[in-house]
């Protein structure tokens, strides 16, 4: 593939050409030999497209908000030499990189093995995937290039950040009772449901279950859980 300068000389060559055809300046048309000859010298040395092993180790597959997470990248050449090849490892929004690079740019003899190192931490919990990792190999003309991406990937899975309260000392001045309906836990006057029975006479009609008597072909009543008064207990003198 080629670069921008490539694209860029490419552009100045068509620029003159088109200057000395409105222009009628036949001169105007050797200025376009530089970038072309640059360009043909460049391309009789292609550029070889990178073979990598590549491999990812992280410290701790799970961690909480704000927790350093050590992630070492090591990449092997097993192709021809490398003069330049730039390698990204691709981190997910949420993940701020506290130390190293995940972005470096090396050269790397065949059969040579590197390791790259940094330090992310997550700043939100959830499920967080490291990867793919892209290597793009450079020639040295700087006019191509070859890029390979590779589908390596490790997951961070990060919990709420938490604190011990085992060894918190905690004494209320005072207890209070509640004011208002407290359920009692037992069948009476209220107004959450609590279980069915059997129609006694003077049971309200407005309890009876019209489903369920239709079901076992009785009259059923609703009965519901009982509710209490709190009161405030005064502190005696």
């Not at 949420?94 to 130390?99: F, V, Y």
């Not at 931490?121 to 290039?145: K, M, Q």
């Not at 006694?200 to 008064?229: C, M, Q, V």
């Amino acid at each position: 593939m080629r670069t921008t300068l490539a694209s860029w000389l490419l552009g100045v060559a068509g620029t003159f050409v088109v200057l000395a055809l409105l222009l009628l300046q036949w001169q105007l048309v050797l200025l376009t030999l530089p970038p072309l000859v640059y360009l043909t010298l460049a391309g009789l040395r292609p550029i070889q497209r990178p073979v990598l092993d590549v491999s990812r180790q992280v410290s701790r597959d799970r961690a909480s908000v704000g927790q350093e997470v050590l992630v070492t990248l090591r990449v092997a050449n097993r192709g021809s030499r490398l003069d330049l090849v730039e390698i990204s490892d691709t981190l997910p929004e949420g993940l701020d990189l506290k130390g190293g690079l995940a972005h470096v740019a090396i050269s790397l003899g065949a059969g040579e093995e590197v390791s790259i190192e940094y330090k992310v931490a997550p700043n939100l919990r959830g499920r967080y995937v490291i990867g793919p990792v892209e290597a793009r190999a450079l020639a040295a003309s700087g006019l191509e290039y070859e890029e390979v991406t590779l589908s390596l990937r490790s997951t961070i899975v990060v919990a709420p950040q938490l604190e011990d309260i085992r060894k918190a000392r905690i004494f209320p001045r005072r207890t209070r009772f509640r004011i208002g309906q407290i359920p009692s836990r037992r069948a009476d006057l209220g107004t959450e449901f609590w279980g069915l029975r059997e129609y006694r006479p003077g049971d309200e009609t407005r309890r009876i279950n019209w489903k369920a008597s239709a079901r076992f072909d009785s009259l059923i009543t609703n009965e519901t859980e009982g509710e209490e008064r709190g009161r405030r207990r005064h502190r005696r003198r």
